[in-house]
């Protein structure tokens, strides 16, 4: 992975698949580090399966819930003078919590994280999206999109151009002017 | 800036076009289906994703969707693209850049032309 965007976008997959409705995702952006937790209502796990998440051996096909994902958003964090965590309950959800030392020289940069958002809508899930610098932020919940646009699908193509301008602009408001 | 509250004059103009359309469903419906698993990403599926988008509404196509799924089983040639078009079989095309994805949208979904160069390579 070249980005962090890209990381966000490949674990947010992993909510998807684990049938959350809500997947709430907060890029932080404070006192020297970026923070990104991941926090969905999907059916979660039980403590041997949350043990050998990241492990990349121990991936099992059959339930494709692990694999190469999560081991490699943890390299990134620890390399980059961060951290890593994951906790996860059965039946109620999972978090995924990583941060990144700006700074540091192997942090990779946050990247497009407008695409990483569009990418991921669909009609099935919602995600309510933090952006934050200092006390700036934005915020995207998609049920507020799905309320003004129903019945029109939210990833119909039309909709994905707009929302992706509209994302940029917002994001760019918030952060602009910082190389991240 | 853009506002969320702009969004409705898009519904509106969807709507009208969806009524104009006869026997609307989603059978009818050409699929562009990008494999966005971690292998997929870490290839470059995210750019391709978002320049097929860009495609379908530059070239304003109707019935056209373009959908993400997970690992489509050949990591070595991600970025992998299915192309289902009612009616015919499917085509899958491998290590998709977002050239190959215009081209892709111009011979095989405007033109009907499968892209051959495009297929897996049978060794």
């Known amino acids: 992975m070249r980005e962090l965007s890209l990381h966000i976008l490949d674990i947010v997959q992993n909510s998807v698949k684990a049938e ?9 952006i404070h006192d020297g580090y970026i923070n990104i937790t991941i926090k969905d209502n999907g059916k979660g796990m039980d403590k041997e399966l949350l043990n050998s998440v990241t492990n990349p051996f121990t991936t099992s096909r059959k339930t494709r819930k692990v694999g190469l994902g999560i081991p490699l958003i943890k390299m990134a964090a620890e390399k980059a003078g961060g951290s890593f965590k994951i906790t996860s309950e059965k039946g109620v959800g999972t978090v995924v919590y990583s941060s990144f030392q700006i700074d540091h020289i192997d942090r990779m940069p946050l990247g497009d994280i407008s695409e990483t ?17 200092n006390e700036k932020e934005f915020v ?13 699908p939210i990833d119909s193509v039309e909709v994905l151009v707009y929302l992706k301008s509209y994302i940029k602009e917002n994001i760019e408001s918030i952060i602009g002017g910082i190389i991240l | 800036m853009k506002t969320i509250a702009d969004i409705k004059a898009i519904r509106d103009k969807m709507q009208a076009q969806i009524i104009n359309r006869d026997n609307f469903d989603a059978q009818a419906e050409t699929r562009i289906v990008v494999g966005m698993a971690t ?37 070595k040639v991600e970025p992998i693209v299915e192309i289902l078009v009612p ?19 111009a ?10 160069d495009y297929l897996v390579d049978e060794e």
């Open chain 2, 39 to 75: 292998c997929g990403i870490a290839a470059g599926a995210r750019p391709v994703f978002n320049e097929f988008v860009e495609q379908v509404q530059n070239r304003n196509l109707k019935g056209v969707k373009v959908v993400r799924t997970g690992c489509l089983g050949m990591c």
């Open chain 1, 20 to 28: 959350a409705s809500v997947i709430e995702i907060d890029v932080n």
């Open chain 1, 140 to 152: 995207f919940d998609t049920r507020e999109v799905k309320n003004q646009l129903n019945p029109i």
């Open chain 2, 107 to 116: 011979k095989h979904i405007v033109a009907g032309q499968v892209c051959t």
């Open chain 1, 117 to 133: 958002i569009v990418t991921l809508l669909d009609d099935k899930t919602d995600f309510v999206w933090k952006v934050r610098l």
């Open chain 2, 87 to 105: 009616g015919e079989p499917k085509v899958t095309y491998v290590k998709v850049d977002q050239e190959k994805a215009k081209n892709i949208v």
